[in-house]
Structure formats: structure tokens, C-alpha cells
């Protein structure tokens, strides 16, 4: 997104390695403030030029004092911005301002209670006391010049700093993680109160951003999307369709091992009711013919991968050679998310100049020679099904749950046939038509139906039965990262598995999976 099209206000959050970096992001962003993570070697010159209202310096694995500890331009608390240091970042404040930072002889971890300064900016309106999240074994012990401790905790007497001069603060806690349970409005002080940033971020205001944003970077050539059904994919067609209409050309991959009426669905309503162009092609015997014999599920994946890419490449050929004259297709749209961005950002002290481009199809933009549209670069999933909706797309879409890229080939154990496939397909449509019809599709992460490659013994109509077994997935989760099992409702679970038995030929047992990532994964394969 171009300078003169970034929202008003923007946070800059200076990434020291920490796992809740991300967290950080999504809670100004929560606070309707634009915020952008950057590597910690930027330099204070380059900083300014961002016209940031704040920085915020996030926590990290290492101690200020060790041999080869990230380290920051000293120079961007000169800049005459406010600066939040959480955890590291608040020693590194310190150690960089003059004060002195030591081992702790009490390691603080977990749950503690905050003494918060009358005082304190940002503890506006907020109580004496605080619930917080520590994770550290290091403290404060003198402070810089200028500060004042604006908050203890039992081990620490400076759990938080501050220059109120220099609007410069520092907490010992992680206000960003939900186990400290005010941290939100924490954050919303230092956002609104000390840096002075407006609500301008939101879903609304950015639909008109990228739409000029796209714009100006397509003109009058034509643009290609891989769509898959999925949230990230048709949020980033209609956002494109906005942008330019029919400039926008999808192509969508039947590859056999999708559910029940999602080509369908992919039809009636990018091609039915936005009317975007949409090119389906049905490759399924071409895949399930790379796949025969294949039960290892790496060999599967790396198989549906190469293939697709084939496929679309094939796709994108023949519409390229339909076009005549300057403005052809010359651009390739992808649904990559920020956290995808993130991802590729080099921590161990490389600049902002290394992050790349993370293709969410693999080798497609290099081999094909397209230059790449990514419209949701700056968004988090959350904010893309905010995106959605805002552009109009049904809650069935956008409030989708996540879909393994190979599809139901992962969820059939072992050897795929046309049999299988169908056992599955017809089982997972069971799950989630039950699901919704119960209002628990919506409050889940996942919940789906694995085809194991297990027979067992049954009755049906007092004939013998020798079928397959099924086994149940439903996992709450706040990223995909770690998962729970859900402990759903007994009468649930029984019209799942009572409808399986009885309308999917193949099947005559159920079983729920009970395991929680780790140690299992959400997918089986």
C-alpha cells in the first residue's frame, strides 16, 4: 500500500524474536490503529520516514546483556516519538538509556498481580490492582534518567517505567496475551492517550485503500486468481472484482478431491451473483490418476502440489494467448495473508529490505513469469472475513473453516479411489450440515470426517457387515497452531454418527478423536 494511501495513524512494532510479536500487532489493530511489524534493525532514519505516531519494541528469547542480543538504533528514542518497550524491549530501554539490567535471583513466570502507578498513563481508568502475564528472569535494578517506576510487582519494583517527558514507558508483563486480562485496554491507553492515534483503521476505509491501491498498480492490464472456495482466495476475487471488474479473471481447479457442491458453489456465486469471470476446469481423473497407488502422505501432497501448479500454468497459458494486443493478462493475484508476510521476515539481524514475497502457490509467480497482486498483504485472517463480509460475501463463505490444501486426499488414510473419496465426501458433508443445525460450526476451529483404512465387523437389518470406520475431528483453536479437542454435546455427537451409519453406504462405525496438537496434528495426514 502506497504512503499516501496508509491510514492516518500507524503503530510500528519492532520485532526482537518475541512469539507474541504477531499478538502485539493484532491488539492495536483491535484498537482500530493501523500497525506494522519491522525487523529491529531498522535504522532510526528509515523509521522516521514511515510516519509512525509510536513504536512499540516487543519482548524476546535473549538477555540484553548476552553476547550477540538483538540490538536497536539508539537513536529512534530521539526521534520524539513514544515508545512502549514490553518485557526485552523495556530492558533494552533501559540499557540503552543509561540504566543497568541484571539477573534475576526469582525468575518470574505466569500468572502475578501488578501494583499500577496512580499516575501512569496507561493504566487510564483502570485499577490499583492488575492480573498480568510474566515470562522473565531478568529486572531492572537503576533505572535510566528521567524515568520513575510506575508499577511493582512482588519480585520486581519496576515492573513498569516511565518517562513522562519523553512519553518514553516500559512494562516487565505481556499486555498483549489474553492472560493478562485488562492488557487490551493497556494497550488502547498507549495507542490513543500517549501517541495520540484516531480509530481510522478500519475494514470500510481499507476495502477503499486497496481498491485504489490496485488501481494504480494494475492500470488497464488483466489479472489471474487461483480460486479455491476458500476465505483467503474469494475475499481477495471480490475485493479485485471491486477494484477492476472484468479485468479480473479467476480460474478455478477441480482436482477431484473437493467436498460436496463446492464447484457449484464457486459458480453460482462469483460467476452467477458477482458475475467475475471464472474458468473451471475439471482435472480429477488427472489427478486421481498421479495419485493411484500413493499412501504416503508427503508423496500425496507433493504430488496434488506439482500438479495443480501444472494445471493452472496450462490455464494461465491459454488465457494469455486469448488476449491480443498491449493489455493482457500480466498479473497474478494471491490470497497471502500478513501473517505469511511475517513469516519471511530474517529476525537475526537482517533489514526490513529482506522481506520477500511469501506465494502461497509454490513456484507459480517465478515459472510463469506473472507480477503479483497480493491485495490482503496487510491483513490478519480475522480481518479478512471482516473484509468479506463488508464486500457483501455470504456468512457461509466468509465464516468458513479452514480446508487442507490437498483436500480430502489428507483426509483418507492411506490409497485413494473414487470409492473412498466418495465415503468421505458424503461423511464430512454429514458433519457439517450437523454442525450448523446444532449452531456449533461457527464456535469451532475445525470439525470434519477421516476415512481410516480399518474395517470392522457390524450388523445392519440382521446381516453381517464388514465396513469401514470413520472418525471424527472437532477442534477448537485460536490459530491452527495448538488445538483442543471440543467436548460437544453427546446428542451431537449421536445424530453425527447415526446419520453416517445410516446414509453413507461403506461406513458401520464411529469413533471421536479425543486428541489434542500437540501431540496430534488437527489433519490426520
Same mark, same amino acid.
Given at each position: 500500500m502506497s504512503d499516501a494511501l496508509t491510514p492516518a495513524s500507524k503503530i510500528v512494532i519492532l520485532d526482537f524474536g518475541s512469539q507474541y510479536t504477531q499478538?502485539?500487532?493484532r491488539r492495536v489493530r483491535e484498537c482500530r490503529v493501523y500497525s506494522e511489524i519491522l525487523p529491529h534493525t531498522i535504522a532510526a532514519a528509515d523509521l522516521r520516514k514511515l510516519g509512525a505516531k509510536g513504536i512499540i519494541l516487543s519482548g524476546g528469547p535473549a538477555?540484553?546483556?548476552? %553476547?550477540? !542480543?538483538? %540490538?536497536?538504533? %539508539?537513536?529512534? &528514542?530521539?526521534?520524539?516519538?513514544? *515508545?512502549?518497550?514490553?518485557?526485552? #524491549?523495556? =530492558?533494552?530501554?533501559? =540499557?540503552n538509556l543509561g540504566g543497568k539490567v541484571e539477573r534475576s535471583t526469582h525468575r518470574e513466570y505466569g500468572a502475578g498481580t501488578l501494583k499500577a502507578g496512580r499516575?501512569?498513563?496507561?493504566?487510564? %481508568?483502570l485499577p490499583a490492582k492488575l492480573e498480568v502475564w510474566n515470562s522473565h528472569g531478568d529486572r531492572i535494578t537503576a533505572l535510566p534518567g528521567g524515568f520513575t517506576p510506575m508499577g511493582t510487582t512482588e519480585n520486581s519494583p519496576h515492573a513498569v517505567i516511565g518517562d513522562p517527558v519523553r512519553h518514553i514507558?516500559?512494562?516487565? &508483563?505481556?499486555?498483549e496475551v489474553v492472560h493478562t486480562p485488562r492488557g487490551k485496554e493497556i494497550v488502547a491507553n498507549f495507542v490513543h492517550r500517549i501517541c495520540g492515534c484516531g480509530s481510522d483503521w478500519?475494514? #470500510?476505509s481499507f476495502i477503499q485503500r486497496a481498491c485504489a491501491d490496485i488501481r494504480a498498480q494494475v492500470r488497464e492490464d488483466r489479472v489471474i486468481l487461483g480460486l479455491s472456495g476458500g476465505v483467503d482466495s474469494s475475499v481477495a476475487a471480490a475485493l479485485l472484482h471491486k477494484a477492476i471488474g472484468d479485468q479480473l479473471t479467476c480460474i478455478f481447479v477441480d482436482n477431484g478431491l473437493i467436498r460436496n457442491g463446492e464447484r457449484e458453489a464457486v459458480e453460482k456465486l462469483f460467476a452467477g451473483h458477482f458475475h467475475i469471470k471464472l474458468r473451471v476446469v475439471n482435472a480429477s481423473?488427472?489427478?486421481?490418476?498421479?495419485?493411484?497407488?500413493?499412501?504416503?502422505?508427503? @508423496?500425496?501432497r507433493k504430488i496434488i502440489g506439482n500438479e495443480f501448479i501444472k494445471v493452472f500454468e496450462q490455464a494461465a497459458r491459454e488465457l494469455k494467448s486469448s488476449v491480443k494486443g498491449a493489455h493482457g493478462y500480466k498479473f497474478l493475484a494471491q490470497g497471502t495473508l500478513y501473517p505469511d508476510v511475517?513469516?519471511?521476515?530474517?529476525?537475526?539481524?537482517?533489514?526490513?529490505?529482506?522481506?520477500?514475497?511469501?506465494?502461497?502457490? /509454490?513456484?507459480?509467480?517465478? @515459472?510463469?513469469? &506473472?507480477?503479483l497482486v497480493e491485495p490482503l498483504r496487510q491483513l490478519f485472517k480475522d480481518e479478512v472475513r471482516e473484509v468479506g463480509a463488508e464486500l457483501g460475501l455470504p456468512r457461509e463463505l466468509v465464516g468458513r473453516q479452514p480446508f487442507p490444501g490437498p483436500g480430502l486426499a489428507v483426509r483418507v488414510l492411506g490409497e485413494l479411489t473414487p470409492e473412498k473419496l466418495r465415503i468421505v465426501r458424503d461423511a464430512d458433508t454429514i458433519v457439517i450440515e450437523e454442525m450448523k443445525a446444532a449452531d456449533w460450526y461457527y464456535k469451532v476451529w475445525q470439525s470434519f470426517a477421516v476415512l481410516l483404512p480399518v474395517r470392522s465387523v457390524g450388523v445392519m437389518g440382521d446381516e453381517r457387515t464388514y465396513d469401514f470406520t470413520i472418525a471424527l475431528r472437532i477442534v477448537e483453536s485460536q490459530d491452527g497452531?495448538? !488445538?483442543?479437542?471440543?467436548?460437544?454435546?453427546?446428542?451431537?455427537? !449421536? @445424530?453425527?454418527?447415526? @446419520?453416517?451409519?445410516?446414509?453413507?453406504? /461403506?461406513?458401520?462405525?464411529? *469413533?471421536?478423536?479425543?486428541?489434542?496438537?500437540?501431540? !496430534?496434528?488437527?489433519?490426520?495426514?
Open positions: 499478538v502485539i500487532a538477555s540484553v546483556y548476552a %553476547k550477540g !542480543a538483538p %540490538k536497536v538504533d %539508539k537513536k529512534i &528514542f530521539d526521534l520524539g516519538l513514544p *515508545v512502549l518497550g514490553i518485557c526485552y #524491549g523495556m =530492558q533494552l530501554i533501559a =540499557q499516575l501512569c498513563p496507561l493504566f487510564h %481508568k514507558y516500559g512494562m516487565q &508483563f505481556h499486555p478500519t475494514m #470500510g481423473k488427472r489427478f486421481l490418476s498421479k495419485l493411484k497407488g500413493v499412501t504416503d502422505p508427503e @508423496r500425496k511475517i513469516e519471511s521476515v530474517a529476525i537475526g539481524g537482517n533489514p526490513a529490505a529482506l522481506i520477500k514475497s511469501h506465494h502461497n502457490v /509454490g513456484g507459480l509467480p517465478e @515459472r510463469m513469469k &506473472f507480477q497452531m495448538t !488445538a483442543n479437542w471440543v467436548r460437544v454435546p453427546y446428542d451431537l455427537l !449421536a @445424530r453425527i454418527s447415526s @446419520r453416517i451409519i445410516n446414509e453413507v453406504k /461403506g461406513v458401520n462405525r464411529i *469413533v471421536y478423536d479425543v486428541s489434542s496438537k500437540p501431540p !496430534a496434528t488437527i489433519e490426520w495426514e
